[in-house]
C-alpha cells in the first residue's frame, strides 16, 4: 500500500492517528519527566515482576524504549505507540462507525491527548483494556481456543498494568453471567492465573505490600466530604475538560443492542460507583478509572448515531478545549508561568539536580522521605542515590531494593528534615540543608517478623512482642559498632502519631537469633493502633521494619 493511499483510506483516519502520534513523540521528546515517571524509570533499572506500588508492565516498556534512546522519549517511546494504538482498536469496537464524530470525541478529551505521553501505569492500562474489550468481542462472538487465548492474554496482560483492571473483569461477568456456563471462559481465566502467577508469588514473598499499603496503611483517618466531590469533579475533568458530563450522560443512555455493549455499560457504572463508595474510605485518584476511556467513547458514540444527534456540542466547544490542551503543551515545555505552583515537578530538574551533583561531588546522596528526588536525581545526573523514608512516611520500591549495600560505610550526602546541618544547596527549587554522614548505614530490609499480627491488650500495658528477624539482604550485615543501631518501634493511630521508641535490643543481637523479644508498652488510652517495628541507626530517622501490626488497646 503506497502512501497517498494510505492517507486516503478510511476518511484520514490513519491520517489522524499519524498526527496523534508525532504530536506525542513531539511532546515526549522536549518535556522533563514528571516524579512518577522518573520513579518508574527507577524500576526498569531494577526489572522485577513486581513493585510495591505497582505490577512490571510500565518497567518493561520504559526498559524497551529507554534501550533505543537515553532520554525523556526513550522513557515514553513505547507509551506514545501504546496510546495510539489505543485510539485504533477503539475505532475498530465502533459499529457504524462516523470517523468525523470519533475525531470530535477524542478532541473534547483533553487528559488523553496530553496525558498520552506519559510513562505511568494508566496509559498501558487504557491500552490492554481496550485490547481486552476487543478479545471479549470477539470470543462472544465465536469461542473457538485462539479466541479463547486471546481473553486470557489480555487479562493477563491488563493485570500487569495495574491492579484496577480485575475491576472490568468483574462488571464483564456481573453483566454476563452466562459466561458461568462456558468452559473455555474457565480454561481463559486459569491461563489468565498462570500467566499472572509470577507477580502474585513476588507479592507472597514480600508479604503482600501492595496490598498491604492500598486497603490497610491508605485509608484515611475519617470521612470529608471533599473526598466525594473532589472525585466527582475529577471525573468531570477526566473525560473533558469541558464536555466530560455530557460524555459520560450518553454513555449511561446509550441504548444496549449487544451483550459487548452490555459489558461495556456494566464497566462505566460499576468502576464510577465502586470509586464513589471508595471515597468514604479515602481519598480516590482522578486517574483510576482511566481504563474507561475506550467504553465511555464507544458507548457515547454509539448514543448519538442512534437516536440521530450531530454531536454539535462537540464541534462547537472544540476550538476552546484545544486552545487549553495547547496551553497545557506549551507550558510543558516552556516555563512561562515563573513562580506558579503548577505542577512544579515538570519543569528546571536539570538545575537542580546539577546544584545538588556539585555540592556532593562523587559521593552518593540519600534523600529522606522522596522516593520522587533521588529517580529525577539520578536520571539527570547519572549518579547514585537513594530514599530512606521513614517509619512515619509513606513507603515505596525503594523499602525493596538492596541500594543500602552500595552506601554501607561510604561517606554520603543526606538531604532532610531533623538532621545535623553540614551545609546548604540553593536552588531553584529552594534553599535545602544537608548532612555529610562520614560513614552511612541504614537497614530497610531487617524485617521483624511478629510472631502475630493482631494484638488485644490491656492500656498501658508492658507487653512482650516476639518477632523472627528476617535479613532480606541474604548477607551478613555489616553494624556501625561507633553508633550501634537498635530496635524499636512506634505508633500510629487514623489521626496522629506518637513519638517511636527505642529498646535495649541492639540490632547485632537481633539478628543473630531465630526469634527474639523485645518489650513494648502500650498506649494509655483505649483505641485502635497500628504498630511498627523500626531500626534507630542515629541520626538517620527510624525506618519500617515490620509489617502493620493492628493493636486493639482496651
Known sequence: MGIPQFLRKNQYRNLFLLGWLLLGLLQACFSELWDDEAYYWVYSRHLDWGYFDHPPMIALLIKIGYGLFHNELGVRLLVVVLNTLTLWITAKLLSKEDNRLFYLILGSMGAMQVGGMLAVPDVPLIFFAALYFWAYKVFVDEQSWKNTILLAISMALMF????????????TLLSNLNLLRVFKYYVAVIITTLLFLPHIIWQYNHGFPSLQYHLV?????????????????????????LLGWLLLYYAFICPIQHTFERALKFSVIGVLVFFMISTFKGRVEANWTVMLFTPVVILAHQTIKRKGWKGRAFLYSLPATLLLVLVVRVYMVWDFMPGTEIRPEIHHNREWTAK????????????????????KYMFYTGHLSYSLNSRYARRSQYNYWDTEQALWGREVVVFGPNLPITDSVVSVRGTWDYYVDSAYYSYNLIQMKPASTQLKVRKGEHYKLVVAPENWYHRPV?????????IGYGFTTKDSAYAPVKTQLTLARAISRRLTSMEVIMPDKPGKYQLKCSVFADPLPPT??????QVIVE
Open 478 to 486: 555489616p553494624i556501625n559498632w561507633k553508633n550501634e543501631p537498635v
Open 544 to 549: 519500617h521494619n515490620s509489617q502493620v501490626i
Open 356 to 375: 545538588v551533583a556539585a555540592a556532593a561531588g562523587d559521593r552518593p546522596v540519600v534523600f529522606i522521605n522522596s522516593y520522587q528526588l533521588p529517580s
Open 217 to 241: 496503611e491508605r485509608n484515611a483517618a475519617s470521612y470529608h466530604i471533599s473526598f466525594t466531590l473532589d472525585y466527582l469533579a475529577g471525573q468531570l475533568l477526566l473525560f473533558g475538560p
Open 160 to 171: 500487569y498494568s495495574k491492579y484496577h483492571g480485575v475491576l472490568l473483569v468483574f462488571f
